[in-house]
């Protein structure tokens, strides 16, 4: 049975990749608009992961799949919006990330057993 707490976690990643952004966008923090979000986004997916902790999710998993969203949405928003380009390298290491917290997730359902 899917535990709810993932949906949780997974939002939590999302805005995990958010705020970043917003941190960039907020010029070093001279842009008060951007940095207040910046910061109230951060802090809004510390909660969101810790409302997923809550549903008795594993710790590991539940931050590797957290901060992997956070490194891989950053990282795509970064080319989508930044006009960032990456070598073919770095493609290779977000989908090792993708790929390590899949399996971490894979070998925790294997533990619920």
Not at 44 to 63: C, D, E, R, V
Request: charge should be negative; include cysteine.
């Amino acid at each position: 049975m899917f535990n709810r707490g993932w949906l949780w976690v997974l939002l939590g990643g999302f805005i995990e990749a958010l705020w970043p952004c917003l941190a960039k966008l907020s010029g070093g923090m001279n842009d008060m608009v951007y940095t207040v979000l910046s910061l109230f986004f951060s802090i809004l997916a510390t909660l969101l992961l810790n409302f997923g902790l809550k549903h008795n999710l594993p710790i590991g998993a539940s931050y590797a799949v957290w901060i992997g969203l956070g490194v891989a949405g950053t990282a795509c928003a970064d080319i989508l919006f930044f006009g960032e380009s990456l070598g073919i390298w770095a493609y290779f290491f977000i989908a090792l990330i993708f790929a390590g917290v899949a399996g971490m997730n894979l070998d925790d359902d294997r533990k619920t057993d």
